[in-house]
């Protein structure tokens, strides 16, 4: 390695003299010699802009800037930032993972800087360098325009009779993660840290004959090394299908799948000692589409994990009918019929999966990792390191970003443990931006056959659908996507016949897995296209013929899926206004238009991954002297804004002031069990074991308080701050006085616990619990575009995206979810594909390539928040996460169709498919 | 995250430092801005022993000499994009985003390393792939031959500065010179441009423009900001009334090497509509996109025919 050099550097006004490599970019000096981890790294060379600094008052990638050439530049970070801007991100809900924030800070400063007064055009182009997944970007530029113009956003009150929901509760993390001061899990780091690498194949299918480590283990600095033989228990995040290992052990399935890992005292020298490592592969012929993987010329995996011969490359075929199909179509009088193509695409959060892990002298394992799901990442732990789980901690950091792609464990942790326990010393691993796509478990490919059928008068006679979906190398959570594909879309358009057969496929590519929306964005987009044509057949409003066949409240699906409350009318209601859909549709000049399309979701599944008589989800809360409240809960914060609904219900059950709630969440040491961030289940079932523990705390605080004021337990009020007499209002008591108050009655500490237990729900054929939800949520989105017929270039215009949330808990952050689905939608139709060469690789594994969306052409999304108070949730609360996604992408193939009159059956939109079929049909 | 180590920085006070510097030092490579040579270090695809600093060597000035305009190569594209040039600073203005605009130089986006999908990849991946003729490998991976790299000159400002007849001042430890812009340009993604090596742009000369004249570029990107284009136009058009008295049209981002196409026949004609679109056919015909980047290649080609006609449509309303 190079000699060191001394360098000289200004940071946020102070000097400081560091020793660092020549070669360190600014970003690794900030962030590794001055621990100023508020400066993010996201995309390894300068395409997400998460590590933006000030140079001499630019905007700067500190990634691709050398810090020996920052000297003598006044260098400032997000730690040096006065407060101004970040509040104003606070109170426009532009903060959710947080991730991306400081380098959006500093951008957003180096404009007011320079231009204190701007447009917003001028905003979304200043901002246009900073990658932000989760937001859409509306609130950010929001924010910055709100400083400019001197706004200030107070939040809202709770809704009438509430006292904590429905008001916009900052989040507990908001201000910390903006101004760098909460940690991810790449800012930690232990005395003695080793770094770990994985060498990965460069074949898409071969054989592994053998591996010499002995050139690797030499290199000096190297002080771990593991292969599969290590790790060679099989796991699966859905226990029915531990298909893959930590690391390969017999063959490789993609190019990318990991075969040997190694810890060392730098990356560099990790790096060095994987490319010291000779693997003999045989290769073998690669299976790399559907087609292929159907005909099965070669098989992906030869045998099973029960050790049984496979004898083709279908690892899940669902096949199911409900109701009359034949005498459906039978009876229609127009029948749809086609096939569409939903490419594959990936979640790229901003935040790179990282890892970090300590074992004890003890022999405990603490694992910190970027995770929605400590509790299964720490059974998998367990389970391949063998060893007793209750030596095992899962400590889940700040999550920068996730949508599904950090919701199972990953070669990362399991090999991070092993590479810790070998050296003996705590290892860190952090993904390359490479990685994270490879490590992909995004959105199956899929190949949707779909047939659909109407009377003249607009009524849906049935549906039948044959789904090819590509799966990849291994399970993930393939099993329940091919069940959902079909499974999910009875509603909330009434099928009153539906067959469906779905096979998935593996192939030797990266797996996929679940990505926002999960199995049914890709049959969604059939369906409503398909409707669409319907209607258009049938010389019916869109709007209309969907009405025609809503789902009623309180009914079931055909395939016996019971839906409590469905906010589809009220949904098309809103955006048919909002979008002044009556006025307008037909009458644009060509090339512009309007599509709508709607979608229904779980708010959580009635049948867990593991079955088990325990609850989904369970909160503690304990209450100190001093008038805080401690809720501890596993579910994982992850930017969805969780912990701030954990604080709405214990806040809106005891009248405490929000900010006198604390939340402990996502470790495993310290918190009851909750499964994790996936299937849109934290607000209903989070929220109902905290309302549970809140209340049991209420009626004994609420008994404590009657004894000492010697009056009946009906006659306490609780109020906001305090509570009182009902008869005497003003006669009242503090919550911090009345949390003593019952400590001392009970003479023990104050604790109070809940639980959501899962009820059996679903349809009376087997795998009817699959889909099967204690509530689901509706969405109606409307989109406008503008086609430009001579290139094919399709800007979206505007979105209206009313969504059915049940209860608004938090209506900012509910808002925030509904933008954010729209915002990562809108790229998965307009740019984003994650394929692959000839030879198996990935065709665009960065985030200049791949291309997420950015400031600048994201449209502006209008989210309209829908109440249905569904009986189910917590104060009627239903999912906000994921549905909201599904209706934004045939939304814009509909209205690509009343805009210029072709129909994409395929995704991505690219302008070259548009231009190709605007040729095609004259 | 991807690491980068093996060089050591020495940092230049003029470009004749700069210069010796390169050239006493083995395996070097100067740096600027640092935003298009830093990925490509951490890609392994430039493994420089000496990187030579030349942003405070390079001139960022701009010097009014009467018949030129003389600009440093050392302007940021930022300070470019500001200066209100035709063509040129709105090229500048869409290259990259705000922080490449901010540190990356006008010399660094004309000298900027063509691209392509099989080359600008991590070592692991290069190395499933066997490699290309540019790195590690016996053949280019879009043509299947050996006969040249086909990546792409993705410079948003070089067919600018092709219509504006820019001349490059290149110093060297032998002295310095100029030359057309047009005539340094190949049609080679390994060597795009024909310099000695160790020579170093200084600046770029930009001859005035007669009175009248009017420019206009377009950028085609896949989105509205951070991407590299796949396809640039830039058109000079100089009209005396319906006369065409001067015309050039630069297509860029297609190919190793943006070109000027052969417009001098429509010189002294009319500019009606038919003239219009014997243009927009004559780009058509004229650009032949590779698929070394990102972008259908026979889209990209009919977006060329559109964008010329409509630039020209443009420029003619104008006038």
Same mark, same amino acid.
């Given at each position: 390695m190079a000699e060191p050099v001394v360098l000289h550097l200004r940071v946020n006004g102070q000097e400081h003299a560091v020793l660092a490599p020549a070669a360190w970019t600014l970003l690794e000096v900030l962030r590794y010699q001055l621990d100023l981890t508020g400066t993010k790294q996201g995309c390894d060379k300068g395409d997400c802009g998460a590590c933006t600094v000030l140079v001499d008052g630019r905007p700067t990638l500190s990634c691709l800037t050398l810090a020996v050439l920052a000297q003598g530049q006044e260098v400032r970070t997000v730690e040096g930032l006065d407060r101004r801007l970040a509040r104003a991100f606070e109170a426009a809900g532009a903060v959710q993972c947080g991730f991306c924030q400081p380098g959006m800070l500093m951008s957003a400063q180096a404009l007011l800087e320079r231009e204190p007064q701007p447009a917003e055009a001028q905003v979304r182009q200043a901002l246009g360098g900073n990658l932000c997944r989760c937001t859409g970007y509306g609130r950010i530029v929001q924010a910055v325009l709100d400083v400019a113009q001197g706004v200030e956003r107070l939040p809202s009150p709770p809704a009438p009779g509430h006292l904590a929901v429905g008001a916009d509760l900052p989040r507990p993390d908001s201000l910390g993660k903006l101004l760098g001061e909460v940690p991810f899990t790449d800012d930690l780091s232990l005395p003695g840290m080793l770094h770990g690498r994985i060498l990965r194949s460069p074949h898409a299918h071969a054989r592994i004959r053998g591996i010499d480590l002995s050139a690797a283990h030499a290199l000096p600095g190297v002080h771990a090394l593991v292969t599969g033989a290590d790790l060679p228990t099989p796991y699966c995040v859905i226990p029915w299908t531990p298909d893959e290992t930590a690391l390969c052990t017999d063959k490789v399935r993609y190019v990318g799948d990991g075969v040997v890992a190694v810890a060392a005292r730098d990356e560099e020298t990790a790096d060095a000692a994987l490319r010291l490592v000779k693997v003999d592969y045989e290769p073998l012929p690669a299976v790399l589409d559907l087609d292929t993987a159907e005909a099965a010329p070669a098989l992906v995996h030869e045998v099973d994990w029960k050790g049984r011969a496979r004898r083709d490359n279908c690892c899940k075929e669902v096949a199911m009918a409900f109701g009359e199909v034949d005498a459906g179509f039978a009876a229609a009088d127009a029948v749809v019929e086609d096939t569409w193509f939903y490419e594959g695409n990936t979640h790229a959060p901003i935040e790179p999966h990282c890892a970090l892990a300590r074992w004890d002298a003890a022999g405990n394992l603490t694992v910190w990792s970027a995770t929605q799901v400590p509790h299964y990442l720490h059974k998998t732990l367990a389970e391949v390191l063998a060893v007793d789980p209750a030596r095992v901690r899962v400590v889940r950091p700040a999550v920068g970003g996730a949508f599904g792609g950090k919701s199972e464990p990953f070669d990362l942790e399991l090999c991070a443990a092993a590479l810790a326990r070998q050296a003996g010393r705590p290892v860190k691993i952090l993904y390359t931006r490479e990685e994270v796509f490879l490590a992909h478990r995004g959105r199956h490919p899929m190949e949707l056959r779909l047939r659909l059928g109407a009377t003249a008068d607009g009524r849906l006679t049935a549906c039948e659908s044959d789904i090819r979906v590509d799966g990849g190398a291994y399970h993930s959570f393939g099993m329940v996507t091919t069940w959902y594909s079909g499974q999910l879309l009875t509603g909330p358009v009434h099928l009153p016949a539906y067959r469906y057969r779905s096979r998935r496929f593996y192939t030797n590519k990266p797996c996929c897995g679940p990505k926002r929306g999960h199995g049914t964005v890709q049959p969604r987009f059939a369906l409503e296209c398909a409707i669409d044509e319907l209607a258009v057949r049938l010389g019916l409003d869109p709007i209309e013929l969907r009405r025609r066949n809503a789902l009623p409240s309180g009914s079931h699906t055909i395939n016996e899926l019971y839906v409590p409350t469905v906010g589809l009318l009220p949904c098309l209601d809103a955006v048919e206004a909002a979008s002044g859909w009556k006025e307008r549709r037909g009458k644009l000049p060509f090339g512009r238009g309007l599509g709508v399309a709607v979608s229904m979701y779980i708010s959580g599944t009635a049948y867990p991954i593991h079955p088990t008589d325990m609850p989904q989800s369970g909160v503690q809360l304990l209450a100190d002297r001093s008038g805080r409240i401690t809720v501890s809960c596993g579910a994982a914060e992850i930017g969805q804004g969780s912990d701030a609904m954990l604080i709405t219900v214990v806040s809106e059950e005891l009248g405490i002031d929000p900010e006198a709630v604390r939340v402990v969440t996502g470790d495993t040491d310290l918190t009851p069990v909750d499964l994790g961030s996936y299937s849109s289940r934290v607000t209903l079932m989070c929220g109902l074991a905290a309302q549970e523990a809140a209340r049991d705390l209420r009626g004994r605080m609420v008994a404590a308080l009657a004894r000492r004021w010697g009056v009946a337990e009906d006659q306490v009020v609780v109020g906001r701050g305090a509570w009182f007499l009902r008869t005497d209002p003003g006669r009242s008591a503090p919550v911090a006085e009345v949390l003593r108050l019952a400590e001392g009655a009970e003479g023990r500490p104050l604790v109070a616990v809940g639980a959501y237990r899962t009820r059996k729900l679903?349809? *009376?054929? #087997?795998?009817? %619990?699959? &889909? +099967? *939800? #204690?509530a689901y949520s509706t969405t109606a989105h409307v989109a406008e575009v503008e086609v430009d017929p001579q290139t094919g270039h399709l800007r979206v215009v505007q979105v209206w995206a009313a969504h059915d949330c049940g209860r608004a808990l938090n209506p900012k952050l509910v808002a925030g979810q509904v933008e954010g689905s729209v915002a990562m939608g809108y790229g998965e139709a307009l740019i984003e594909a994650q394929t692959y060469d000839e030879g198996g690789r990935l065709r665009a594994p960065s985030l200049l390539e791949y291309g997420l969306p950015t400031a600048v052409e994201s449209p502006p999304v209008q989210a309209i928040l829908v109440e249905t108070l569904d009986p189910q949730g917590p104060y009627g609360a239903k999912e906000a996460g994921e549905g909201p996604l599904h209706p934004i992408i045939p939304a814009i193939g509909n209205a690509i169709f009343d805009a210029v009159g072709v129909r994409l059956r395929r995704t991505p939109f690219r302008p070259a498919d548009l231009l190709a079929a605007l040729q095609g049909t004259g | 995250m991807l690491r980068m180590q093996g060089f050591t920085v020495q940092v230049a006070r003029s470009p004749e430092e700069a210069v010796a510097l390169y050239a006493a030092a083995p395996d070097a490579a100067f740096i600027a801005g640092g935003t298009d040579l830093l990925p490509e270090i951490k890609l392994g695809l430039s493994q420089p022993r000496t990187l030579v600093a030349i942003g405070t060597a390079l001139p960022a000035t701009v010097q009014d000499e009467g018949a030129d305009l003389v600009l440093g190569a050392g302007l940021r594209l930022e300070q470019v994009a500001a200066l209100g040039l035709p063509a040129l600073s709105a090229a500048a203005a869409h290259v990259g985003s705000p922080q490449v605009r901010a540190a990356g130089t006008l010399g660094g986006n004309v000298m900027l390393s063509p691209r392509c999908m099989y080359y600008n990849q991590t070592p692991a991946w290069r190395a499933s792939l066997g490699g290309c003729m540019r790195a590690?490998? @016996? $053949?280019? !991976? =879009? %043509? &299947? *031959? +050996?006969?040249r790299c086909v990546a792409t000159q993705c410079s948003d400002t070089l067919p600018a500065l092709l219509v504006l007849g820019a001349r490059l001042r290149l110093c060297s430890p032998a002295g310095t010179r100029e030359v057309p812009l047009a005539d340094l $340009? !190949?049609?080679?993604?390994? !060597? @795009?441009m024909d310099l000695a090596p160790g020579e170093l742009l200084t600046h770029v000369i930009l001859p005035r423009p007669a009175p009248g004249t009017r420019c206009r570029v377009d950028k085609l990107a896949a989105r509205g900001s951070i991407d590299f284009p796949m396809l640039v136009t830039a058109v000079l058009l100089r009209l005396r009334g319906a006369v065409v008295e001067e015309l050039r049209i630069a297509v860029g981002a297609v190919s190793p090497q943006p070109r000027l196409l052969p =417009?001098? +026949?429509? =010189?002294? !004609?009319p500019l009606h509509e038919a003239a219009v679109g014997e243009l927009a056919d004559l780009a058509w015909q004229k650009v032949r996109p590779v698929a070394s980047v990102e972008g259908d290649v026979a889209w990209r080609r009919e977006v060329a025919r559109v964008t010329v006609r409509r630039a020209l449509e443009s420029l003619r309303a104008e006038a």
């Open positions: 679903g349809g *009376s054929y #087997p795998g009817g %619990t699959i &889909g +099967a *939800s #204690p | 590690e490998g @016996p $053949l280019c !991976r =879009v %043509t &299947g *031959s +050996a006969a $340009l !190949r049609y080679d993604g390994m !060597r @795009p =417009v001098d +026949a429509w =010189v002294g !004609r």
